[in-house]
């Protein structure tokens, strides 16, 4: 028998020159196929509650006031913008404890920014 790797000798010894039989393997255990699974965005189903509810509540007659009404939508916009993001980006979240410092930075230098805009405007 020739000096090989592995499969080289279990060639050599199933091609009928020793007179073995070849060794039936078993095969592999195929996986049954499952119908793609639809993720559903739970923060849309968030958004169309709140809808609802603000919308009951307007056709109710009720009233928020309009603070609220504009720290609401603020809320919304921040929450909606950072959900979209975050499933362009595919963050996962746990990863992000290690990306405090750079969080902190974005943070820090879009305050800054803001300030800085709030100011020349005035």
Same mark, same amino acid.
């Given at each position: 028998?020739?000096? %090989?790797? %592995?499969? %080289?000798? +279990? !060639?050599? #010894? *199933? =091609?009928?020159?020793?007179?073995?039989? /070849?060794?039936? @393997?078993?095969? !592999?255990?195929?996986?049954? #196929? @499952?119908?793609?699974?639809?993720?559903? /965005?739970? *923060? $849309?189903?968030?958004?169309?509650?709140?809808?609802?509810?603000? +919308?009951?509540?307007?056709?109710? &007659?009720?009233?928020? /006031?309009? @603070?609220? =009404?504009? &720290? !609401? +939508?603020?809320?919304? =916009?921040?929450?909606?913008?950072?959900?979209?993001?975050?499933? &362009?980006?595919?963050?996962?979240? @746990? +990863?992000? #404890?290690?990306?405090? #410092? /750079?969080? !902190?930075?974005?943070?820090?230098?879009?305050?800054?920014?803001? &300030?800085?805009?709030?100011?020349?405007? $005035?």
């Amino acid at each position: 028998m020739p000096a %090989c790797s %592995c499969w %080289c000798r +279990s !060639a050599w #010894r *199933f =091609t009928g020159a020793t007179n073995a039989a /070849p060794v039936d @393997r078993p095969r !592999a255990k195929k996986k049954p #196929r @499952r119908a793609p699974q639809l993720h559903s /965005p739970w *923060f $849309l189903i968030g958004f169309l509650a709140m809808s609802l509810l603000a +919308s009951g509540l307007t056709a109710a &007659g009720w009233t928020l /006031p309009s @603070r609220a =009404t504009a &720290g !609401a +939508s603020t809320l919304t =916009t921040v929450l909606l913008t950072v959900a979209m993001a975050g499933m &362009g980006l595919s963050v996962n979240v @746990r +990863s992000l #404890r290690q990306a405090l #410092r /750079p969080i !902190a930075v974005l943070l820090i230098v879009s305050a800054l920014l803001s &300030g800085l805009t709030l100011v020349t405007l $005035l």
